[in-house]
């Protein structure tokens, strides 16, 4: 059987970041952020950093050709414990987390076009959904994967579009003023802003999770991380700007229904409830690539430590990873309180990308340490300003990656695991 190509690897790249976070996030930014240019310019930086991080993740899968993502990354470049700990905070606060946000921002959609429906149950049929077409091999996975994909990017164009042609009733600023425009990138209300946008673009680096499963892997990986990441910036600067032009801000400050808020003041609400279900099934994309890319790293993980064996790859699906994955995001589906949860997943996930970016610097060659020294940089200013606004999201984060990266050091000093690194 073939192995999934550029296509499937791009695909899976585009949908993992294009997901609730640009369909939710800009309610958040807006409080905070009064003007166009402001927006705009938050969504360029995440994008530039995203690409940075793409180039180096490219650099070490090259170096590193394996499946596991940062687990197997951290794992190679700087110790076992580090890996466990990467591993763990993807397989739980990567995926699960925002399999759960995803699966509640579709069913908030489709509740928005379908009031009958409840908002918890439809997320749990999503998640069951998605993990029965992802239970069957991984060419199922990569065919369902494109299908969702070329179905969200067709209603992503479509609104920019309609937004573009319809008068719209945006009141934000768009003359920019340097004054305050910015002189905003210093302050603390802009690094928490960037914590929504890196989780919106948080993805970009999805292929790597199954690098072994690709066909040309180490090209495929590279081409894919970088085209998905160009493409997904420019779309979401182009959305951005169209919630921007069709609703006016009071409108949005605080909300989670971007989407659909901005269709019914573009379109009025009967439209407007078609638009929001096509945007829910938009989202079934990446609620499917959580569920393709998550399960990699828990099979990655029992290749390295035999006490995980029973979640090793089995056939061409990791099947036992998957279902757990889905059982865990069907509980914080219960539980998730958006807000608190991004602050408090998306810390101790920029802290392991930015530890790969890190150790790019130790390759061997030529690397790219122009876009690892402004992937660390932005990495840490967010990190470190954002503990000055939201203290205790941030710090349990980092409290969180520290206890998984103890946990590793107990763990990976086993005998076991010592003889199976090193065979």
Not at 200 to 224: C, F, K, M, Q
Not at 309 to 319: I, K, Q
Not at 333 to 351: D, M, P
Request: proline letters at 6%; glycine letters at 8%.
């Amino acid at each position: 059987m073939p192995k999934p190509g550029l296509a499937a690897a791009t695909s899976l790249v585009i949908a993992s970041m294009i997901g609730t976070g640009v369909f939710t996030s800009l309610g958040f930014q807006l409080v905070t952020l009064q003007s166009a240019p402001q927006i705009l310019l938050l969504w360029a930086v995440g994008g530039i950093v995203a690409l940075c991080g793409a180039l180096c993740y490219s650099a070490v899968a090259k170096a590193y050709p394996r499946s596991g993502g940062e687990h197997h990354f951290l794992s190679e470049l700087f110790h076992p414990a580090l890996g466990f700990m990467a591993g763990l905070l993807s397989a739980i606060t990567g995926f699960a987390v925002p399999t759960a946000l995803t699966a509640l921002a579709l069913s908030n959609y489709l509740h928005v076009a379908f009031p009958a429906l409840p908002v918890t149950p439809t997320a749990l049929a999503v998640i069951l959904l998605g993990t029965l077409a992802h239970s069957i091999s991984s060419t199922t996975s990569a065919r369902v994967q494109l299908a969702s994909t070329c179905l969200k990017l067709l209603l992503i164009l479509g609104f920019i579009a309609a937004a573009l042609s319809f008068p719209g009733k945006g009141d934000i600023r768009w003359t920019p003023d340097f004054s305050t425009d910015f002189t905003a990138i210093g302050t603390p209300a802009f690094a928490v802003s960037l914590y929504y946008v890196f989780y919106s673009y948080s993805g970009w680096n999805a292929a790597i999770y199954g690098l072994e499963e690709w066909d040309r892997p180490t090209r495929t990986v590279r081409l894919a991380l970088i085209v998905g990441t160009l493409g997904v910036t420019l779309l979401y600067l182009a959305l951005n700007a169209s919630f921007l032009r069709a609703a006016p801000v009071e409108a949005l400050q605080g909300r989670l229904e971007i989407g659909a808020i901005s269709a019914q003041h573009l379109f009025g609400d009967r439209a407007g409830q078609v638009i929001s279900a096509l945007f829910a099934a938009g989202l079934f994309a990446s609620v499917s690539a959580l569920l393709w890319a998550g399960p990699r790293v828990l099979a990655a993980m029992a290749d390295h430590l035999p006490t995980l064996g029973f979640l090793t790859l089995h056939g061409t699906a990791p099947r036992l990873p998957l279902w757990l994955q889905a059982s865990l995001a069907a509980v914080l589906a219960l539980l998730s309180s958006f807000r608190e949860l991004v602050l408090y997943t998306q810390t101790g996930l920029t802290l392991c990308t930015l530890l790969v970016a890190a150790g790019v610097l130790r390759l061997p060659g030529p690397k790219p340490v122009v876009p690892a020294g402004i992937f660390l940089a932005f990495t840490s200013f967010v990190i470190v300003r954002s503990i000055v606004d939201q203290p205790w999201e941030v710090s349990a984060g980092l409290a969180t990656a520290l206890a998984c990266a103890f946990l590793g050091l107990f763990l990976t000093r086993s005998p076991s695991h010592s003889s199976t690194s090193s065979s």
